[in-house]
């Protein structure tokens, strides 16, 4: 039988927290006699090691740093992998070392993005047994994100925009470079269109407002579907009815 749940934390009440109202303490399950293997471990495959190089913004030859599919509501999210299949305590004296140095260099990478207060530096270990850190960067000015609960902030607040993340990326990806490596990361595209004359026709006007109009509506799912047969002929309506 399960104890009675203790009471919430101070921590609930600290302006950092980002939930309020009624919460409660989960019930804790009991132990298991035997954790499950993690991702890497025993028979199951790992992610990191059969990552292609291609999956990361940049490449070393004993590290990678990648990001997220997608951006989130932080300003930058990064993860460092050593390439080998070690986790933090088999890491030998020289991958070690080289570790503090790439914590120290991916730091100072996102740290010298424009908006960005801090760095925090995280390593769960739960889920794989290849050694990845995790860097959330801070927005500056946002202090109620300081501290514990950064990454729950980064599920919680708007993602930012893609061409803003991928510039993010390719910044620091080149950063990284300065020092070894391949940058991978490439900026994003600029969206324009230069025009073919400063004084168009009202007829080329009409044709150039077809091709943008075509353009926004490019995937085939933002095209509603008729509701029947299409015809050119005025009358089929009148015949129809």
Not at 128 to 139: G, T
Request: charged share 25%; aromatic share 8%.
């Amino acid at each position: 039988m399960h104890d009675t749940p203790p009471s919430v934390p101070d921590f609930t009440q600290w302006p950092s927290f980002p939930f309020e109202g009624d919460l409660r303490v989960k019930q804790l399950d009991d132990p298991v006699p035997i954790e499950p293997p993690r991702r890497g471990e025993g028979s199951r495959e790992c992610t990191a090691c059969n990552a292609p190089d291609e999956a990361y913004i940049w490449v070393g030859e004993r590290w990678r740093v990648r990001a997220m599919d997608r951006p989130t509501g932080l300003p930058m999210v990064l993860i460092l992998e050593s390439r080998s299949h070690l986790d933090l305590g088999d890491l030998p004296n020289l991958l070690a070392a080289e570790l503090g140095v790439m914590t120290v260099r991916l730091e100072r990478a996102i740290r010298s993005l424009d908006g960005v207060a801090r760095v925090h530096v995280n390593r769960w270990g739960d889920g794989s047994a290849h050694l990845h850190m995790w860097f959330l960067a801070r927005p500056y000015g946002r202090l109620q994100l300081r501290g514990t609960f950064l990454s729950l902030w980064d599920s919680i607040l708007p993602p930012i925009s893609e061409a803003q993340w991928r510039e993010n990326l390719a910044l620091v990806a080149a950063w990284l470079a300065e020092f070894g490596g391949r940058p991978l990361a490439e900026p994003p595209r600029i969206q324009w269109q230069a025009p073919s004359s400063f004084s168009p026709s009202p007829s080329q006007s009409a044709g150039a407002d077809e091709e943008e109009a075509a353009s926004v509506i490019e995937a085939a799912e933002e095209i509603p579907e008729p509701a029947g047969p299409a015809t050119n002929d005025p009358d089929a309506a009148s015949r129809t009815s």
